[in-house]
């Protein structure tokens, strides 16, 4: 069964996963950009130095696990399209507005993470509630593809529909929690959102499509 043709839509994905592997590309790069080399000091006081700087290795390797994975797991979305509308593209262009924004975030987070009082809540809310936005973003891009399979080479079963779903959304929860979280403990809220990151190391998509029989 193939899936209903849009007049709109334009054939093929191409353009837009070149263009959204360019913003994944200088995102994660530019994570890079905030770890410092440590001004020369007294002798042996370089362990030290770098003990002194752990937050910003631990925002930078949780970011860039973070945008990784959702590269990877923008790739594996796109391969189940086989065409994209007008709306698909700015969708898609409010997820890398909220990718482009993590360097920032993270580059925040890494600033205040032992900073301590409200400095450090309020950082560790911003970097949650960006990663809650893009999650958002990317949730949506999904549910316009596959709202009657008119992006899809066939529909995808209500079985599957809602099991990738639910999926995305379990993720999505707990970044909403972490926003709140942020105030209690922001160390705390980096870990989570490192755990976060491993769930989605698993393909929510081909994981839920195996066995699917189209309704």
């Known amino acids: 069964?193939?899936?209903?043709?849009?007049?709109?839509?334009?054939?093929?994905t191409g353009r837009v996963e070149a263009f959204s592997d360019?913003?994944?590309?200088?995102?994660?790069?530019?994570?890079?950009l905030e770890l410092r080399v440590?001004?020369?000091?007294?002798?042996?006081?370089l362990w030290h130095t770098l003990y002194h700087d752990w937050p910003?290795?631990?925002?930078?390797?949780?970011?860039f696990f973070v945008i990784g994975i959702m590269w990877v797991n923008h790739h594996a979305m796109f391969r189940q399209f086989v065409r994209a509308d007008r709306m698909l593209l700015f969708l898609n262009l409010l997820l890398l507005l909220w990718t482009a924004l993590l360097p920032f975030s993270t580059a925040l987070?890494?600033?205040?993470?032992?900073?301590?009082?409200?400095?450090?809540?309020?950082?560790?809310?911003?970097?949650?509630?960006n990663l809650l936005l893009a999650a958002i973003a990317y949730?949506?891009?999904w549910w316009h593809a596959v709202r009657g399979g008119r992006l899809l080479a066939a529909p995808l079963s209500r079985a599957v529909e809602r099991s990738v779903r639910l999926r995305f959304g379990a993720g999505t929860l707990v970044?909403?929690?972490t926003v709140a979280l942020a105030f209690v403990s922001a160390p705390l809220v980096l870990v989570v959102q490192f755990v976060v990151a491993l769930y989605y190391c698993f393909d929510q998509v081909a994981s839920s499509r195996r066995g699917q029989t189209t309704t």
Do not use: C, K, N, Q
């Open 38 to 45: 440590p001004e020369g000091g007294t002798a042996g006081a």
């Open 22 to 32: 360019g913003v994944f590309a200088i995102a994660i790069t530019l994570l890079v």
């Open 56 to 63: 910003s290795f631990a925002a930078y390797v949780t970011s």
């Open 109 to 129: 987070l890494a600033r205040y993470l032992d900073a301590g009082g409200i400095d450090s809540h309020v950082a560790a809310a911003l970097y949650s509630a």
């Open 139 to 141: 949730t949506a891009v």
């Open 1 to 12: 069964m193939t899936a209903p043709t849009d007049d709109t839509a334009i054939e093929g």
């Open 175 to 177: 970044y909403a929690v």
